[in-house]
């Protein structure tokens, strides 16, 4: 089973870049999405299956997956992105959604 | 476009059953592959998983809740429902509902999920006597 673990926090200074990882032994070999939520507003998908951004998200934000780790990448940092961030999967071993435990993402 | 709505009581008494409705539109139910599922949120708190239920009524639940949890559909009324018994404070929170579709892999469905979206703006329960 799927336990994803998200640092709780992150700050990044406007216009540099804010790493945010999802950890789970062998997360590469699935198949991993990010939210983003914002205060009083539902999540919104940024990144779906590891790499691929809906239209409408900025492409100063990117992700990755691989080995024991997945990544939302956001450059150029704006006051806007401050928000939680969730990584999710489906873990196929127990038929379930998972969502990692969310990380704040603080624009100094 | 697809847009979800959930309703339901603000406001439920320990051990009392919740009943929350998700009425949806832009999309349907008889659909290969479409799905709903439900996700709450304790305030200030992470997200948590609850149930999905797809086009060929397949139903999964999280497994700590399963005992507790019931999803149905009325695809003639474009409706997912989510029952909760035996309420506790503890599951204060905002329910959401959100469309998730199967993976489709070379046009065959899988028994996988993908991601969530759009989501409803989602209803705020409280339990409290």
């Known amino acids: 089973s799927y336990v994803l673990t998200q640092p709780p926090s992150v700050s990044v200074a406007p216009g540099k870049t804010a790493t945010i990882t999802c950890g789970e032994n062998?997360?590469?070999?699935?198949?991993v999405h990010w939210y983003q939520q914002k205060p009083g507003q539902a999540p919104v998908v940024v990144m779906y299956?590891?790499?691929d951004r809906p239209s409408g998200i900025p492409d100063r934000f990117s992700a990755s997956n691989s080995g024991n780790t997945a990544t939302l990448t956001i450059f150029r940092v704006e006051a806007g992105d401050e928000a939680d961030y969730y990584c999710?999967?489906?873990?196929?071993?127990?038929?379930?959604?998972?969502f990692g435990g969310g990380t704040k993402l603080t624009v100094l | 476009q697809v847009t979800l709505r959930e309703s339901g009581p603000a406001l439920v008494k320990p051990t009392q059953t919740l009943t929350l409705t998700c009425t949806f539109s832009?999309?349907?139910?008889?659909?290969?592959?479409?799905?709903v599922s439900w996700v709450r949120q304790p305030p200030g708190k992470a997200l948590e998983w609850l149930a999905v239920?797809?086009?060929?009524?397949?139903?999964h639940y999280s497994r700590p809740l399963k005992t507790r949890l019931t999803i149905s559909k009325d695809t003639s009324k474009n409706q997912v429902v989510l029952t909760m018994t035996d309420m506790d404070p503890v599951d204060t929170a905002t329910y959401y509902c959100?469309?998730?579709?199967?993976?489709?892999?070379?046009?065959?469905?899988?028994?996988?999920?993908?991601?969530?979206?759009?989501w409803g703006q989602g209803t705020l329960v409280t339990v409290s006597s």
């Open positions: 959100a469309r998730i579709q199967n993976s489709i892999i070379r046009g065959v469905v899988m028994g996988s999920y993908n991601w969530l979206e759009p």
């Open positions: 832009g999309f349907s139910l008889n659909t290969r592959g479409m799905g």
């Open positions: 239920i797809d086009w060929d009524d397949d139903k």
């Open positions: 062998d997360i590469g070999s699935t198949n």
């Open positions: 299956n590891d790499d």
């Open positions: 999710q999967v489906w873990d196929s071993g127990r038929d379930q959604v998972v």
